[in-house]
C-alpha cells in the first residue's frame, strides 16, 4: 500500500529564513500530490496541488516541486514570518483512488 | 471559506451509546469524506461518499456507519462507541474526488 513519510516531525527555523520541509512515498507515483496547512485546533486548509507533470509550482513565497524519479516533494517558504507557525501535510491519492493519504505531518516553529 | 459545518464540536459519551457526527456543506461538491485524525497516526479515512446514497469504507471503517440521504448532508454514525473511538473527527468536501479537500472544523468525541 502506499506510504507517506515526512521526514521531519518538527522544524525550528528563525524568522526570514526559508522553511523547506519533505514528503517521500514509496510503491507507485500519484499524478498529483497536495500540500495542506493546519492550525491546532482547526481541520487542515488546502495550500497547493502540483501534478506529475509539474516540476515546480509558486505561489506567493510557497514553492512546491515534484521529483517523480526520487518519489518526493519539496515544500519550501521563503522569508518565513511567525505567522507561517503551523503543522503542514503533504498528501496524495491510494493507487486504487479511493482515498487521499496524509503524511502525519510536520510541525514549522518560526521564531522572530 | 468553504460552507462546511460539523457538530457537534465537542461530545462526550459513554462506553457502550450511539453517536452520531452531522457533517453539513453548501457547497454542492459531490464527494464528501470522514476522517479521523490521532496522535501519531495522522489523518485516516473512515468512510467517503460519492454521491447520494453512495458510500464506500475507508481505511478505519470497522465500528462506524455512514448516511449520506441528502448531496449536502452525511452522517457518521458509531452505533456502540469504545474508548479507542476516542478521536478528533473531520468531515471533508471535494468537487473532484480527493482533490482540494476542504475540511471542516472538527469535532472532539470522547468516549469514557
Known amino acids: 500500500s502506499q506510504k507517506i513519510e515526512q521526514n521531519s516531525e518538527a522544524l525550528n527555523i528563525q524568522e526570514g529564513k526559508t522553511a523547506t520541509l519533505t514528503c517521500n512515498y514509496t510503491?507507485?507515483?500519484?499524478?498529483?500530490l497536495q500540500w495542506y496547512r493546519q492550525d491546532p485546533g482547526r481541520g487542515p486548509v488546502f495550500l497547493l496541488l502540483?501534478?506529475?507533470?509539474?516540476k515546480e509550482k509558486r505561489k506567493e513565497r510557497l514553492k512546491v516541486t515534484f521529483d517523480t524519479t526520487l518519489k518526493q516533494s519539496l515544500f519550501h517558504i521563503t522569508a518565513s514570518q511567525p505567522a507561517d507557525s503551523a503543522t503542514y501535510l503533504c498528501?496524495?491519492?491510494?493507487?486504487?483512488?479511493?482515498?487521499?493519504?496524509f503524511g502525519k505531518g510536520t510541525t514549522l516553529s518560526v521564531s522572530s | 471559506d468553504a460552507g462546511i459545518t460539523q457538530s457537534p464540536r465537542h461530545k462526550v459519551t459513554e462506553t457502550g451509546t450511539p453517536v452520531t457526527l452531522r457533517c453539513h456543506q453548501t457547497?454542492?461538491?459531490?464527494?464528501m469524506y470522514w476522517y479521523r485524525q490521532d496522535p501519531g497516526h495522522g489523518l485516516r479515512l473512515i468512510h467517503y461518499?460519492?454521491?447520494?446514497?453512495?458510500?464506500d469504507k475507508g481505511e478505519v471503517s470497522d465500528g462506524y456507519s455512514v448516511s449520506r440521504s441528502k448531496t449536502e448532508d452525511f452522517l457518521l454514525t458509531l452505533e456502540s462507541a469504545t474508548s479507542s473511538q476516542t478521536s478528533v473527527y473531520f468531515c471533508?468536501?471535494?468537487?473532484?474526488?480527493?482533490?482540494?479537500?476542504?475540511f471542516g472544523q472538527g469535532t472532539r468525541l470522547t468516549v469514557v
Open positions: 498528501a496524495l491519492d491510494d493507487q486504487a483512488g479511493t482515498a487521499l493519504i
Open positions: 510503491n507507485y507515483s500519484p499524478a498529483y
Open positions: 502540483i501534478r506529475e507533470n509539474e
Open positions: 457547497e454542492n461538491h459531490r464527494y
Open positions: 461518499s460519492y454521491g447520494v446514497k453512495d458510500t
Open positions: 471533508a468536501i471535494t468537487n473532484e474526488r480527493n482533490t482540494e479537500a476542504f
